[in-house]
């Protein structure tokens, strides 16, 4: 692998034109890395997200620019400006449902023969109280004769009538209270079987993390918003094209980053692959939103996945001793050269704008949520919403 200084001051190991695996790396590295090196992780899962929004963090100085140009431009005459994908508990509930389908097949089978099941005993129920309805109309029609017969009066008619229909009523209502009772057991029954979350148990590392390593704003965008903004503005209302950039590998994180530019650009560029959907793909970008296939996705493994085939579930199960591990992440270069800049309206820009904890370990400077306040107030001030403190939020 090759070698550099980044303009923060860290070594980074990179590799043009691929994303590299992890057993690909170790194989670049030869040891040289303490922690890609280790080989007593506990077992993980490998699911597939799909992401559909990308985040961009940034310090004081960064939100003051952003505002005064209405938009992104690449910093110290840089030409790329990056972004990352935008991991949330939507995305991990779904990847959960896929790994598990993946893992079990007839999972899904099984579900939809427990809900004809439960469908046909639901019409089951119905026809037998539809049966005890018509029986205990039928008895009511007999007993009113009887009386009616008995009693030639009309008053004493209505009197066995009412009498008849509350018992009847009686009846009725505690045959459904049996039911309701007996379906209520079955459900509780059913619940206590399901297969209780465990994807979020390993979604622990910094891609997940609502904190922020490189500032205290978050801008969180949908990826179409930005293709349709870097399209109309970069690309004559052409299509972007995607390729694969690079594989860079610092001391514990792992980088898969992605380049967005303008076909006009196409000959700049061409000695770096286009992005496929490969299914074995690291990262591939199809209908409208990015695959993700991390390879590490935990950095500190608290947890080990457990297979249970018996209930066709998957567990996360506490390990005795934690370990740590490298992470991965994705990130999207858009290729705006100086002095050019991707622009959004002043008001798009605020909305998507959020407060952001710092995460560990920093790697910029950071504000508290009042000074922050304060300042996006400041370069916003007609916007009436407060900031959102993503830190906290629920999503």
């Not at 860290?10 to 590799?15: D, K, P, R």
């Amino acid at each position: 692998m090759d070698e550099r200084v980044n303009r923060r001051g860290y070594t980074e190991h990179f590799v043009k034109r691929q994303h590299l695996k992890l057993t690909d790396l170790k194989e670049k590295v030869q040891h040289r890395n303490q922690y890609l090196s280790k080989g007593n992780i506990p077992a993980y899962p490998r699911p597939e997200f799909h992401v559909s929004h990308l985040r961009h963090d940034t310090n004081q100085d960064g939100i003051r620019g952003i505002r005064k140009d209405m938009g992104f431009r690449a910093p110290y005459k840089e030409k790329l400006v990056w972004w990352s994908l935008y991991v949330g508990p939507q995305e991990i509930d779904s990847a959960e449902r896929r790994l598990l389908e993946e893992t079990y097949p007839d999972r899904r089978e099984e579900q939809a023969q427990e809900q004809a099941q439960e469908q046909a005993q639901k019409q089951a129920q119905e026809q037998a109280q539809e049966q005890v309805e018509e029986q205990v109309e039928e008895q009511v029609e007999e007993q009113v004769e009887e009386q009616a017969q008995e009693q030639a009066q009309e008053q004493a008619q209505e009197q066995a009538q009412e009498q008849v229909e509350e018992q009847v009523e009686e009846q009725a209502q505690e045959q459904v209270e049996e039911q309701a009772q007996e379906q209520a057991q079955e459900q509780a029954q059913e619940q206590a079987q399901e297969q209780k979350s465990f994807l979020g148990k390993f979604a622990t590392s910094p891609a997940f993390m609502k904190s922020s390593r490189l500032g205290s704003y978050r801008f969180i965008f949908p990826l179409q918003e930005l293709l349709e903004a870097y399209r109309e503005q970069f690309c004559s209302g052409s299509e972007p094209v995607l390729r694969v950039y690079e594989t860079v590998l610092y001391k514990q994180e792992v980088v898969y980053s992605v380049l967005v530019h303008s076909d006009v650009n196409n000959e700049l560029f061409q000695e770096y692959p286009l992005l496929t959907d490969g299914p074995d793909a690291v990262c591939a970008y199809k209908d409208g939103h990015f695959i993700w296939r991390p390879e590490a996705m935990c950095e500190t493994h608290s947890f080990q996945l457990v297979q249970n085939p018996d209930q066709n579930q998957l567990v996360a199960e506490p390990v005795t001793w934690p370990q740590f591990y490298v992470w991965d992440n994705v990130a999207v270069a858009f290729h705006v050269a100086d002095p050019q800049m991707l622009t959004f309206d002043m008001n798009r820009l605020r909305q998507h704008l959020n407060f952001c904890e710092p995460g560990y370990p920093p790697i910029s400077t950071f504000e508290s949520f009042e000074e922050a306040t304060e300042l996006v107030q400041d370069l916003w001030p007609d916007y009436e919403l407060p900031l959102n403190n993503y830190s906290v939020v629920e999503n």
